[in-house]
């Protein structure tokens, strides 16, 4: 084999291997302050408030990625999203980007129940905002190995 085979097959590997669409907090930041800011705030348990402007009218979402759905404390959840939540629902990227996608739709597959519907009526229907959008969430998460977490 030649120089160029050589490089031309290892440029195609390296490519294969890399994700189709690399996620990019920064936009997700930009879309949350955009649109999810009306009804949800990022705010860490002694008050900070990274994003949003607390409408409560959604729960925060501070440290909500990676965990079970519904366990905001003291946020008063839907029926749909609580059975779910009761199934083991957790927010993994690929539940979140599906929740975004379609939320409704999301929790009826879920819960295999026809009548479980979301409050939430924003969806995303670009698969790439919604992970964005996670990576946003991901980004500013609390650091699992921090003291006191």
């Known amino acids: 084999m030649n120089k160029l085979t050589i490089l031309a097959a290892t440029s195609m590997a390296a490519a ?8 990019d907090a920064a936009a997700g930041e930009e879309f949350f302050n955009r649109q999810c800011v009306t009804c949800h705030v990022i705010e860490t348990p002694d008050g900070e408030t990274i ?8 729960p925060n979402l501070y440290g909500v990625i990676g965990g079970p759905a519904a ?3 003291g946020f008063r959840y839907q ?9 083991g629902l957790v927010w993994t990227e690929e539940n979140f980007t599906a929740y975004l996608n379609n939320n409704t739709q999301f929790l009826r597959e879920f819960t295999g129940s026809r009548r479980a ?5 924003f969806m995303v229907p670009d698969a790439e905002m919604a992970a ?8 500013v998460a609390p ?3 921090a003291e006191g977490s």
Do not use: F, H, W
């Open 16 to 23: 294969l291997a890399a994700p189709v669409a690399a996620q």
């Open 132 to 139: 964005n959008l996670y990576a946003y969430l991901m980004s």
């Open 117 to 121: 519907r979301s409050a939430m009526n």
């Open 143 to 145: 650091d699992p190995n």
């Open 79 to 87: 029926p749909g999203i609580t059975e779910a939540a009761e199934g």
């Open 71 to 73: 366990e905001v404390e």
């Open 51 to 58: 994003a949003g402007r607390n409408m409560k009218t959604g």
